[in-house]
């Protein structure tokens, strides 16, 4: 019976971070080579903290920054709500 190699990538884990309700990141999960990380920043969000910023610049492959314009309804926000598992 002959063998079929299938080449499957790594997994990669979706973290996204709605950034007005989540202000502390854990940034070694940034860069990760198994992660790739959204980070939500509301219309009301107007300050980002310097080392927050340098590492999405330092793995800015890995990293997408939606900027949202106007505040989404609570049952949105409720899709993007990350809260570590037990």
């Known amino acids: 019976m002959p063998t079929v190699a299938t080449h499957r990538p790594p997994p990669v884990n979706h973290i996204f971070v709605d950034f007005e309700n ?7 999960v940034i860069g990760s080579k198994a992660v790739s990380f959204t ?12 080392s ?5 610049f330092e793995h800015a492959v ?11 309804p609570k049952e949105t926000r409720q899709l993007f709500d990350c ?3 037990p």
């Open 83 to 85: 809260k570590p598992r």
């Open 39 to 50: 980070l939500l920043v509301g219309p009301r969000q107007t300050k980002l903290d310097v």
């Open 52 to 56: 927050l910023v340098e590492k999405l």
């Open 62 to 72: 890995s990293v997408q920054l939606v900027r949202l314009t106007s505040a989404q």
């Open 22 to 28: 989540v202000n502390e990141i854990d940034l070694t």
